[in-house]
């Protein structure tokens, strides 16, 4: 069997497991595992080899940026504590907890590796948690707790992991450990952010939507390659560079850049994240050949990932649990301190036409921190929260990517990495097999539907408010001078309008609204014009490119009109 055939079967199984996977209650990443070890059985199917850093160098950074682009700022702020906690202090806690387990079990380990071996299976991996957390509805603030620290705790584990094996050819200080920690973050978000703030600016002044998702295309290598290249954390310089992508888009990107940009990179993580998942178990048969060759057995390697995965749930229940503590805590502390209003009595005393810049940005302070305040006091964890949260430590990616990246010197490596697999496989089995069951069990219940239907409708009718407010403004004219015509303020005012009514509309009651109503027969209406197209198509009464115009226009008002309901 080619590698191209194998890949094009790797292609479709990573659709029918998307497809198949919610259907049998498990999520994709788990059906793949399994998919690759039973393929990696059948006579004829190549050995998977995946050379030392491929994953790390070529498959993480894209990867890590499809997941930091969609990431919000405002998320991440509110919850760094809770993510910091859990992708720095967590990862560091079970590196050295699990060396100190493997140095005490092998002797001829010696502690800087078996703390390295720590390392590569420290990180957690969220693929999996929140692809069943978002189809059985976990609260939102769940869901960016383990959002954010799969991106950030990639870099703890790697930097640790470097010092780790720096140590194995000698010895280094503690001290040295922890400012080369230090440099690795800062220099690091620094270059992030450099090459995050630098390649929007570009792509903001492209007209070619092309051109702009070629670019977008190089950002995470443009961020991770000095990274690396000058020590610094690579996977962390592409998720500043995703996130700071992220945020500023809404405000220099074109709206189908915007579009674009989605599409692709869901596209994007689609594909590489359930490719190696894929990819781990096609591996499996070749590496346990590998070990097979060596004093130390499959089965020692096995039993040997099996306590590594215990261990690593062990130490993430204990630490959840004052983290909880600590959680509930800052709520109780928000509460009895009441929102910062040093800015308060200034805010209530500016005029409301007051338009200078102090006095907006004063008004944008005060709204922020009681929004934060509210978001404190009321977006609690809890409990069932927590037991989930503890039981989301599956392995996978970064695992199989730090593994990879050992030293092709490193003493018993087939070892290592049958012990790195066997903890992704088994935590992504045991730990993700089972947590439909326990959100079930628990009760968990995502968002409000109505709450968030009521929150986006007062949000666009205060967008609204402002852009009506702007239509009634005498100063407002055409690029040339001119004034509007009347009609076509009346037009671009009931088109706010009729946007802001159809979400006020309830969708609890049978018959629907008035503009339920104008967006369905619309939809009729256009699927009638896009037959109409068709037929001029396929006689060839009109060029190429009017039909291809047409369809454009068609496609964007659909997709409009689809989005709004």
């Not at 070529?58 to 760094?80: E, I, Q, S, W």
């Not at 939809?523 to 060839?540: F, Q």
Request: charged residues 15%; aromatic residues 6%.
């Amino acid at each position: 069997m080619t590698y191209s055939l194998l890949g094009v079967f790797g292609i479709l199984l990573l659709v029918g497991a998307a497809v198949v996977g919610p259907k049998l209650g498990v999520a994709a990443p788990l059906v793949l595992v399994l998919a690759g070890v039973a393929g990696s059985l059948i006579p004829g199917v190549p050995d998977v080899a995946i050379p030392p850093g491929f994953i790390l160098s070529a498959v993480l950074p894209p990867l890590l940026y499809a997941g930091a682009v969609t990431l919000p700022v405002v998320d991440f702020r509110r919850n760094l504590k809770a993510i910091t906690g859990l992708s720095v202090l967590l990862v560091l806690v079970s590196a050295f907890i699990v060396g100190l387990v493997f140095h005490w079990l092998l002797p001829a380990l010696s502690l800087p590796a078996a703390i390295a071996l720590g390392a590569v299976v420290s990180p957690p991996d969220a693929v999996a948690a929140t692809a069943i957390g978002r189809r059985l509805g976990l609260p939102p603030r769940l869901i960016t707790l383990l959002h954010g620290e799969s991106l950030v705790n990639d870099a703890s584990a790697l930097v640790l992991l470097r010092s780790a094996v720096a140590a194995t050819a000698g010895s280094i200080a503690l001290l040295d450990v922890i400012g080369d920690f230090a440099y690795a973050v800062v220099a690091a978000i620094l270059i992030g952010f450099v090459v995050g703030q630098v390649t929007v600016w570009l792509r903001s002044h492209l007209d070619d939507v092309v051109l702009n998702t070629t670019i977008s295309f190089a950002v995470p290598f443009l961020a991770f390659i000095p990274a690396n290249e000058i020590k610094a954390s690579g996977v962390l310089a592409v998720v500043v560079a995703g996130m700071v992508t992220g945020h500023r888009s809404a405000q220099l990107f074109s709206a189908q850049d915007r579009i674009n940009e989605r599409l692709n990179w869901r596209t994007v993580q689609f594909v590489l994240e359930n490719g190696v998942f894929l990819v781990m178990g096609l591996g499996l048969k070749g590496l346990i050949d590998q070990v097979k060759d060596d004093h130390f057995s499959v089965s020692q390697a096995i039993a040997l990932g099996l306590l590594a995965t215990l261990v690593l749930t062990l130490v993430r229940i204990a630490f959840v649990v004052p983290l909880l503590a600590l959680l509930r805590s800052d709520g109780r502390r928000a509460r009895e301190k009441g929102p910062s209003t040093s800015f308060a009595g200034r805010w209530r005393r500016d005029l409301p036409g007051a338009d200078g810049q102090g006095a907006r940005k004063d008004r944008l302070t005060v709204r922020r921190r009681h929004a934060d305040f509210a978001f404190v006091t009321t977006e609690g964890l809890g409990w069932r929260g927590g037991a989930v949260l503890a039981w989301s430590g599956m392995r996978g990616v970064v695992t199989v990517a730090a593994a990879h990246s050992l030293p092709a010197a490193t003493p018993y490596r087939a070892q290592l990495l049958l012990i790195a697999f066997t903890v992704a496989i088994v935590s992504l089995l045991v730990q993700g097999g089972t947590l439909p069951l326990l959100i079930r069990s628990l009760g968990m219940r995502g968002g409000d539907q109505a709450a968030d239907r009521a929150e986006l409708s007062t949000l666009v009718a205060e967008m609204t408010g402002v852009g009506l407010a702007m239509l009634d403004n005498p100063a407002v004219a055409q690029d040339d001078g001119r004034r509007f015509d009347s009609q076509v303020v009346e037009r671009v005012r009931l088109a706010s309008s009729r946007r802001q009514q159809s979400l006020s509309e309830s969708p609890d009651t049978d018959a629907a609204g008035p503009q339920e109503q104008y967006r369905a027969l619309r939809l009729r209406v256009l699927r009638a014009e896009r037959d109409a197209l068709l037929d001029a198509r396929s006689t060839g009464s009109y060029s190429s490119r009017a039909v291809e115009r047409a369809q454009h226009l068609l496609d964007s008002e659909e997709f409009r009109l689809s989005g709004s309901g």
